[in-house]
């Protein structure tokens, strides 16, 4: 490796480490619940940009408690409405617990 790749290479490693302690100025500002819920370990997030790339793992998709009685929420105001009501949505009585946290086959697109 020449003199140029070599200092391309760490000039590109420099402005990678900036970005990301910028990034890690932003998610320590925001609450943990928060946190988790944009898919972020709080855990990995306070030990600083070398816990990098804070991330919760793609099998823990455990949604956080705040998330949770949201969900739980909506459910019960849609469990309220009557069948006339929920057709009007597109939503069957017995879609409902499904439909909340992945919305509406075909029409909304929720991502996880």
């Known amino acids: 490796m ?5 200092f391309t290479k760490s000039l590109f490693n420099a402005f990678e480490r900036a970005g990301r302690a910028r990034v890690l100025t932003v998610l320590r500002g ?3 619940d928060t946190l988790r819920d944009f898919g972020y370990a709080p855990e990995l997030v306070s030990r600083g940009v070398s ?8 099998t823990d998709h455990t949604p956080s408690p705040s998330v949770k ?11 309220a409405y009557s069948d006339t009501e ?10 409902i617990a499904d439909v909340m946290p992945h ?4 029409i909304d697109n929720i991502a996880a």
């Open 2 to 6: 020449d003199w140029y790749q070599r």
């Open 103 to 106: 919305g509406r086959p075909g």
């Open 51 to 58: 816990a990098w790339p804070w991330r919760i793992e793609a």
């Open 69 to 79: 009685a949201k969900l739980l929420e909506a459910e019960t105001k849609l469990g």
């Open 30 to 32: 925001m609450d943990p």
């Open 86 to 95: 929920l057709a009007d949505l597109s939503i069957g009585r017995d879609a």
